[in-house]
DNA sequence: CCGTATCCTATCCGATACTG
DNA sequence: CAGTATCGGATAGGATACGG
């Protein structure tokens, strides 16, 4: 905990940067949103609150240690409330904030250009990796 | 090869959701773009072609490794462009695709919103972490 | 139902050394 | 300058078992 990450001494190395530094607050925040099971989760609580097990349904692949993981990411950011019901058995909800909600046209948007841009991406492949294996036969 | 994945498996055992499904090919390319290092060199290639060692000065903290393999993958997905000038020291340049354009706008906004909600974050944060250590002291 | 705890593996990624 | 190749430590993340 005292040393230095191997990041942190680069990043001190290279002061003359600051949109772009590693050490920038703004930077580690991009990193945390930039992560697939934040913009599937953020996206799959647009409609409103879900419960765990809901979500564990909608977001297929996720594991119980992600899901959770993520859920407390989200809530120690700020991004997502969490509520309980203690019922007979627990009933919990997870639902956007305010914060959160701002989030989500951002992440609902890049959701979409995947889905809609997919083809494109797949035939721009099928041609690197054609001319790459065609011509030299390598 | 021939064996599925974990993953791969468990998608097939719950084949009643698509959109969030993780072998849907829109999934997959969701994952590849919700990436630090995509975002922050889409951001970099905003305003128009870079050399790469423009790139690795501007994004810091990235590693030759993470830069060359970022772009690649990037130029394979079809949208960054390389461009190679046989100069006596060979200068390289990378843009933006007009695929790679399209995205731009939503790697943009999602870096602004880091960079514009880090203060509320940071507060949130420290509620969080509070309400975990001062009342009981565990 | 909603987690937490543990183990263990795959991969990420940085460091380093070398090439055209 | 713009890479490629290789190594090894760190980390992500799945499987499993258990607890409130």
Sequence with gaps: MA????????AEARTEFDAYMASCPARRLLDGISDKWVSLLVNALADGPRRYSDLSRRVAGVSQKMLTQTLRNLERDGLVERTVTPSVPVRVDYALTPLGASLLPLMRAVKTWAEEHIPEVDRARERYDAARMGPDRR
Tied chains: 1, 2.
């Design 3 to 10: 040393t230095r990450t191997a990041a942190e001494r680069r």
